[in-house]
């Protein structure tokens, strides 16, 4: 059984992704997937997206993956079912904006458990299902990692949560290369902002959106997920979405850092 494996997939990016893969037959990377598996903590909107897409095709797993064994149950399926991973797509991801001195010590350990922790886990064992070849030049599977273009250098406040996604590029780039004669490819896909729940979550406030410099350069979902999965089947190890997020790709590599950060300001 081919599946793909989706974390984040109650809303956002994750959410667009499962649409895409079931009612788009070009989204998809490689052969069919016969189901895909979605995680995220909103049981309720897992069971919607399943049943406004395909009950047949989709399976819900509810998980909160900054839960400590969170994954277990995940790992006697995948030892139940023993599927051929085709695609996992690591999209869960949150981070709390603000001075870090005034974030709790439980916010700070939830940012890292999802974004570092829980994406690496996840791959560790999924990888043992995405060996399956069906040609020594044909890839077997994909990986799609969501970092961020606030991995690219520090950010006050924000701190946190671009440290973690400084994680997300590192660890993505490192496998990549250790995967490369396996057949599996890794994609890390560094947005800058999207339109999603997602600032609405890091500022705690439900009405919350971009503003200042960001505002000026949000990006729908519409636009990010079609490039993401295209830059996949690719096999691209990053892609960096977005001419403004571009140009801070650069400037973080030629530039002073401290330069950089006083211009933040
Ligand atoms: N939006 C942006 O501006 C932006 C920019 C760059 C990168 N990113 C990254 O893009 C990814 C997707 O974010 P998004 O923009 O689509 O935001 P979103 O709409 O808030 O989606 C976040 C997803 O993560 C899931 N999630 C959060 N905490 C979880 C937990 N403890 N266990 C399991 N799942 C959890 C959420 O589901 P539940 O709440 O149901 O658990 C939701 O499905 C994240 O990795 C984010 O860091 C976002």
Redo the contacts with the bound molecule.
């Keep these: 059984m081919n599946i793909a494996v989706i974390?984040?997939?109650?809303?956002?990016?994750?959410k667009e992704f499962t649409t895409r893969l079931i009612t788009e037959n070009d989204a998809r990377i490689g052969a069919p997937y016969d189901e895909i598996w979605i995680?995220?903590?909103?049981e309720d909107?897992l069971i919607s997206l399943q049943k406004a897409l395909s009950p047949e095709r989709i399976r819900v797993i509810p998980?909160?993956?900054?839960l400590p064994g969170s994954l277990s149950s995940l790992e006697e399926l995948l030892s139940e079912k023993k599927p051929d991973i085709r695609l996992l797509i690591n999209?869960?991801?949150?981070?709390r904006s603000g001075a870090f001195a005034e974030q709790s010590k439980e916010e700070t350990h939830a940012a890292i458990a999802?974004?570092c922790d829980a994406l690496s886990s996840l791959t560790n064992i999924c990888l043992p299902y995405m060996t399956g070849h069906e040609g020594p030049k044909e890839r077997s599977a994909t990986i799609i990692n969501?970092a961020?273009s606030a991995g690219f250098l520090p950010q006050p406040d924000f701190a946190v949560y671009a440290a973690t996604k400084s994680y997300v590029i590192s660890f993505s780039r490192a496998i990549a290369e250790e995967l490369k004669g396996k057949g599996i490819s890794v994609t890390c896909v560094c947005?800058?902002?999207?339109d999603?729940?997602?600032?609405k979550?890091s500022k705690n406030d439900p009405n919350a959106t971009f503003t200042g410099i960001k505002g000026k350069f949000v990006t729908s979902v519409d636009k990010l997920i079609p490039a993401s999965l295209k830059a996949a089947k690719k096999g691209r190890k990053m892609l960096v979405f977005g001419i403004s997020q571009k140009a801070l790709h650069v400037a973080s590599k030629l530039l002073p850092t401290s330069w950089i950060l006083f211009f933040e300001k």
């Design positions: 974390t984040g997939a109650s809303s956002g990016m994750g995680i995220a903590r909103s909107k998980l909160d993956l900054t999209c869960a991801g949150m981070g999802l974004n969501i961020s947005p800058g902002p999207v999603t729940d997602f600032i979550a």
